[in-house]
């Protein structure tokens, strides 16, 4: 089937996480929307009840689209650590508490891993991307980047786990690269290129 194109003036980014809708209106800048944030609307969060990325992202972009009128943009991303068991991939955010501090989620990644005694520092971020018209219609994409988990954490330029990961052929942390820089590599780059082609094209 044929992706639906996206040919609306203004798009409703359904996220709260303020570093999450800086680098999705980054990524779409070439593309000339008008961009605004779910939490600039005041639109209500949705519990996050899928069990995947994908239908997180499908829950919110459609409870954004629907409350707001518009197109609407959801992104569920998270880190996937073998090690653990694939933890704390959709419970990600959750890891961080109520007050959302990822310094937290780092430690309790890593010593989660210590308590296993894991040598295996592999890691990988999900991005799932979900692009929902009013009408109920959905365009899904997902992306990737592989790596490995350092400790401690490094670098304060991007959000969540950025600062323990290190993306395989690069020897910094996220949490260490220009935005530029891991715009060009990372999961939600992926994702976007993706979700670009097919329905921005």
Not at 116 to 122: I, V
Not at 126 to 133: E, S, T
Not at 135 to 152: A, N, Q, T
Not at 173 to 192: L, N, Q, V, W, Y
Request: aromatic share 8%; net charge neutral.
């Amino acid at each position: 089937m044929t992706p639906r194109k996206f040919d609306a003036p203004r798009l409703v980014i359904a996220s709260h996480n303020a570093g999450k809708a800086r680098e999705i209106a980054e990524l779409l800048a070439p593309h000339g929307v008008e961009i605004i944030s779910a939490a600039a609307l005041n639109l209500p969060e949705p519990e996050e009840t899928a069990t995947t990325f994908v239908g997180n992202a499908e829950l919110k972009a459609h409870a954004a689209a629907a409350a707001a009128g518009l197109p609407a943009l959801a992104d569920d991303s998270g880190l996937v650590v073998p090690a653990l068991d694939g933890a704390p991939g959709i419970y990600s955010a959750r890891w961080a508490g109520p007050t959302k501090d990822f310094s937290i989620a780092m430690a309790r990644v890593q010593r989660e891993l210590k308590a296993k005694k894991a040598d295996d520092r592999r890691a990988h971020f999900v991005a799932a991307l979900a692009l929902c018209w009013p009408d109920g219609h959905c365009e899904s994409f997902e992306g990737r980047v592989d790596g490995r988990l350092v400790w401690p954490p490094r670098g304060g330029k991007g959000f969540g786990y950025d600062p323990m990961f290190v993306p395989d052929g690069h020897g910094i942390t996220f949490g260490e690269m220009e935005p530029a820089a891991k715009h060009g590599i990372s999961h939600r780059a992926d994702a976007f290129r993706k979700l670009t082609a097919a329905c921005f094209a």
